[in-house]
């Protein structure tokens, strides 16, 4: 299995004396689902950050597909992992569900084709999401903002998918649906990083655990 | 200096901006400049809100340097120092550009000390002024909801570089557009939010009673008059010799 990212003697802290990673050995493979868990504050928020290149400025090897990660631009992060933030508000741009996907297949350079239409409808309707396409967002709840940023998942298939919390507000029948999700991705080589502080979800899907404890990291 | 009380910074802040404006003197500008850096070093003990504001203060560079480039070409007047084709460069422009850049970096230093300092001190220091507190909680709210609206701000850009949307690589007619997206729904989404909040004072009993009562106090110190005092008879003294050369 080839990993997607690679940690060795990394550390990083927001304060040079504070260090929240100190000395981290970590592999995460690219075609499995890797759960990473800990308490409040101990970093998993800020690890799916590094990972998707929101923060920076760490020590150490720190590896995307065996490119050092400081060496990559912000677009070429991009293209390979995609992060589901766990401020459910912060990973939409747009005023409506239609209009925040739209951004994310036309990125301001291109127009939809119909093609992506088809697939932008189809993520809505594995969510239900049909009948809140253009209510403004502010408008909705956190459960059905939580469904168009799962939707918009699925319109980044063939990346690898960093989910921070991705099942805090969702019912059963919504976790189930993510769940058989990120089963069908596993089916398909495609891998998933969840990082969360409960595993009231099933786990049964899931080939490594992780812990957070003590600025490093632990199989489980 | 981190224990100067909130009505004795609002009172220099108050006059070093006063006195920007009033003084077209570079002189001035530079001392007023110098003068609210140490405000702001003094106060901002923690490291790291001194690396914040070098950072805040890297990324309006440009803004700055601008004011001074536009300032600098648009004065025409006074002696030339330079000039290539239609571009000139004057002492007046010089100057002019100096003192306008020197004044947006003042307002942008004070805003960035006022945004740091928590809403219930404001409330406080309000309070000891004798506003009514309608008033005051307005004015604390608003200072209060900037730097929201930056983090909210913030947050949205890195939802676009999530995106692949890198704001530098974009053609500078679409740069307006993406941010005109951005900062619709964030603008809605506060302004929605006011309506939680509406209900949320309602709930609390907001102005149900005259007399509104405060867990803290505070209460000014022997420097902090001594500051008041010297620093409101300098600028009546600054003023006084401004009048006089009139």
Request: with cysteine.
């Amino acid at each position: 299995m080839d990993p997607i990212f690679t940690f060795s003697d990394f550390s990083f802290g927001y304060l040079k004396h504070e260090l929240l990673f100190h000395d981290l050995e970590l592999k995460v493979n690219s075609n499995s689902v890797t759960l990473i868990q800990g308490d409040n504050g101990s970093g998993k928020t800020t690890l799916c950050n590094l990972m998707s290149g929101l923060l920076t400025r760490h020590k150490g090897q720190f590896l995307l597909e065996n490119h050092n990660m400081d060496k990559l631009s912000k677009k070429d992060i991009s293209e390979k992992v995609v992060l589901l933030k766990q401020n459910i508000l912060g990973n939409i741009v747009a005023a409506t569900p239609e209009e925040d996907l739209i951004i994310w297949q036309e990125k301001f350079r291109r127009k939809c084709s119909e093609d992506d239409n088809e697939k932008r409808m189809k993520a809505f309707q594995l969510y239900n999401m049909e009948e809140f396409l253009l209510k403004p967002v502010w408008e909705l709840s956190h459960g059905q903002i939580k469904r168009i940023t799962l939707a918009a998942l699925l319109l980044n298939s063939k990346k690898f998918w960093i989910l921070d919390e991705p099942f805090s507000g969702l019912d059963s029948k919504l976790i189930s649906i993510l769940e058989n999700t990120i089963k069908d991705r596993k089916n398909k080589n495609f891998g998933t990083l969840i990082v969360s502080h409960r595993s009231e979800f099933h786990t049964d899907f899931i080939d490594e655990i992780y812990r957070i404890e003590n600025q490093g990291i632990l199989k489980v | 200096m981190n224990r100067l009380n909130l009505r004795t910074i609002l009172i220099l802040v108050i006059l070093v901006t006063s006195l920007s404006v009033i003084y077209q003197n570079l002189r001035i500008q530079l001392i007023l400049t110098g003068f609210t850096l140490f405000l702001l070093f003094s106060f901002r003990i923690s490291k790291h809100k001194l690396h914040r504001l070098g950072h805040r203060l890297l990324s309006l560079f440009k803004l700055v340097l601008t004011i001074l480039i536009l300032q600098i070409l648009f004065r025409r007047s006074g002696e030339i120092i330079w000039e290539y084709s239609f571009l000139m460069v004057t002492t007046e422009g010089l100057n002019y550009g100096l003192i306008a850049s020197l004044r947006f970096l003042i307002i942008i230093l004070v805003a960035g000390l006022l945004f740091d300092i928590p809403y219930y001190d404001y409330l406080l220091a309000f309070r000891s002024w004798k506003f009514p507190f309608e008033i005051s909680f307005l004015v604390a709210t608003i200072i209060h909801f900037v730097p929201i609206f930056n983090t909210q701000f913030k947050s949205s850009m890195e939802a676009l570089q999530i995106r692949g949307i890198i704001m530098q690589n974009l053609p500078l007619l679409k740069r307006p557009v993406v941010y005109l997206n951005l900062l619709l729904p964030v603008l809605a989404r506060a302004i929605s939010e006011i309506k939680f909040r509406a209900i949320s004072l309602e709930l609390r009993g907001f102005r149900l009673y005259k007399d509104k009562t405060y867990l803290h106090e505070q209460k000014l110190s022997r420097l902090d008059l001594i500051i008041q005092f010297i620093a409101l008879i300098f600028f009546l003294l600054l003023n006084l010799i401004k009048i006089i050369q009139l």
